[in-house]
């Protein structure tokens, strides 16, 4: 079944290639969420924003929207 599903997702890129971003970006669990994100050895916290079309996680803190292209992300509980 997995491989059915990549080889379909496969296809569908080469008939649309947004189609796998966008149906990414409308899955994004993070979207709207406070989050919190390690950069060099230190926690952050911000409100994420959702996924960038090039694939970045964009993210809302006090310094403005920034862009994460790796790392590790968590999600915070609301309060």
């Known amino acids: 079944e997995i491989v059915t599903q990549i080889l379909d ?3 569908q890129q080469a008939i649309d290639p947004r189609a796998i971003m966008t149906e990414q970006r409308r899955r994004c669990l993070l979207a709207g969420q406070p989050i919190r994100y390690l ?3 230190a926690w952050h916290h911000a409100q994420c924003e959702g996924v960038a ?3 970045a996680l964009l993210i809302k803190d006090s310094s403005g929207t920034r862009r994460l292209l790796s790392g590790e992300v968590q ?3 609301k309060s």
Do not use: K, N, S
Request: aromatic share 0%; proline share 0%; hydrophobic share 35%.
């Open 9 to 11: 997702a496969i296809d």
């Open 39 to 41: 950069v060099d050895q």
């Open 53 to 55: 079309e090039d694939g």
């Open 75 to 77: 999600r915070l509980r």
